[in-house]
């Protein structure tokens, strides 16, 4: 259970785990239920950044260790490039086709490149 952060929590019931105790938990628990498709909105929005940095691994793994296509929604770049073989970048209400990650960071789109900045 060391992959979710669980190393030591034994019978511990959920309320007494750590928040990221947590959040590993409910992320493992979608693998866990082998689906095909996992949708994830915002997943790691109300983690710090040192949580979010473990789960945004643990997303990372997970996925490509269950063979699984997991389509996730994000406003932070690098939840993406972490995470996303590709990626579709959805801007002034159109989603544009699929994009390999590293090619839309390398090459921004206009929009994409206001965003970051």
């Known amino acids: 259970m060391g992959e979710v952060g669980w190393d030591g929590s034994g019978g511990r019931k959920p309320a007494a785990l750590t ?9 493992a628990g979608l693998w866990v239920e082998r689906r095909d498709l ?7 929005a ?6 979010r940095a473990e789960m945004v691994t643990l997303g990372a793994d997970l996925a490509r260790a269950g063979h ?8 932070e770049p690098e939840d993406a490039r972490h995470i996303a073989d590709q990626v ?19 090459n921004p789109p206009p929009q994409l ?3 970051l900045g």
């Open 68 to 75: 699984a296509t997991v389509l996730m929604v994000t406003h």
């Open 46 to 51: 109300a983690h710090g950044a040192a949580l």
């Open 38 to 44: 996992i949708w994830l909105d915002e997943p790691f």
């Open 19 to 27: 928040g990221g105790q947590q959040a590993g938990g409910a992320l």
């Open 88 to 106: 579709i970048l959805v801007a002034e209400g159109q989603a544009h086709p699929p994009v390999k990650t590293q090619q839309i960071f390398d």
């Open 113 to 115: 490149r206001d965003y």
